[in-house]
């Protein structure tokens, strides 16, 4: 890594590409492949290497969450990484990351339900963490506020608002989360509580 910066700054920009994309094959650190995604991104401005780079680093910071010893994690580490997470995805929300599918296999619902959260309030949700939350929403939790997303101007300004494919994965998406929120508010009405986070 630092030689590739080196060989950037002596202008061998070819060479510091190569080496870098080197550091990136080699290393499983998250933090080498948030830093060579930084410097594509930033530097280059060659957003597609870049969004690779950031979601091999997305990855490694989901394996270290969802791994056993996750519970061993302090909680400012935790907080870090969850923080690092939510700016990883708010750079490339529409990248089609195994993330999500992975936190929802290993069961990490209050992970989720934090990332749904942050995401949210960071105007960084994307089509794939949408999707999810929608399918998964009885265990995540806020259907009230994903049905509201689902719906509004998320919905109507996204770049893909005129794919038909699309359309019709969300249309699904919004029918399902409308359904449990029908039958949620069904359940409260006759007084049978609510089993939703």
Same mark, same amino acid.
């Not at 080196?6 to 492949?33: C, F, P």
């Not at 995604?37 to 780079?53: P, Q, S, W």
């Not at 056993?68 to 969850?82: F, I």
């Not at 936190?103 to 960071?122: F, I, P, T, V």
């Given at each position: 890594?630092?030689?590739?910066?080196?060989?950037?700054?002596?202008?061998?920009?070819?060479?510091?590409?190569?080496?870098?994309?080197?550091?990136?094959?080699?290393?499983?650190?998250?933090?080498?492949?948030?830093?060579?995604?930084?410097?594509?991104?930033?530097?280059?401005?060659?957003?597609?290497?870049?969004?690779?780079?950031?979601?091999?680093?997305?990855?490694?910071?989901? *394996?270290?969450?969802?791994?056993?010893?996750?519970?061993?994690?302090?909680?400012?580490?935790?907080?870090?990484?969850?923080?690092?997470?939510?700016?990883?995805?708010?750079?490339?929300?529409?990248?089609?990351?195994?993330?999500?599918?992975?936190?929802?296999?290993?069961?990490?619902?209050?992970?989720?339900?934090?990332?749904?959260? *942050?995401?949210?309030?960071?105007?960084?949700?994307?089509?794939?963490?949408?999707?999810?939350?929608?399918?998964?929403?009885?265990?995540?939790?806020?259907? *009230?506020?994903?049905?509201?997303?689902?719906?509004?101007?998320?919905?109507?300004?996204?770049?893909?608002?005129?794919?038909?494919?699309?359309?019709?994965?969300?249309?699904?998406?919004?029918?399902?989360?409308?359904?449990?929120?029908?039958?949620?508010?069904?359940?409260?009405?006759?007084?049978?509580?609510?089993?939703?986070?």
């Amino acid at each position: 890594m630092q030689l590739a910066s080196y060989m950037v700054r002596m202008n061998w920009k070819e060479t510091g590409r190569q080496m870098l994309k080197y550091a990136g094959t080699v290393s499983k650190d998250y933090n080498v492949h948030y830093s060579i995604g930084e410097y594509f991104h930033n530097v280059e401005e060659d957003i597609e290497t870049g969004a690779f780079y950031f979601e091999a680093s997305a990855n490694g910071i989901v *394996d270290v969450l969802v791994a056993k010893k996750t519970r061993a994690l302090a909680q400012k580490k935790y907080e870090e990484l969850m923080e690092k997470l939510v700016n990883i995805m708010g750079l490339v929300p529409e990248r089609p990351t195994g993330v999500f599918d992975r936190m929802s296999e290993a069961k990490q619902w209050h992970m989720l339900n934090g990332l749904m959260r *942050d995401l949210s309030d960071n105007r960084a949700l994307g089509t794939p963490s949408l999707l999810t939350w929608a399918r998964y929403v009885k265990e995540i939790g806020f259907s *009230d506020l994903c049905l509201e997303i689902l719906e509004g101007s998320w919905f109507t300004g996204h770049q893909m608002h005129a794919d038909e494919a699309w359309n019709e994965m969300i249309t699904n998406a919004r029918n399902h989360v409308a359904e449990f929120v029908d039958n949620k508010q069904k359940k409260k009405s006759r007084g049978e509580g609510s089993s939703e986070l």
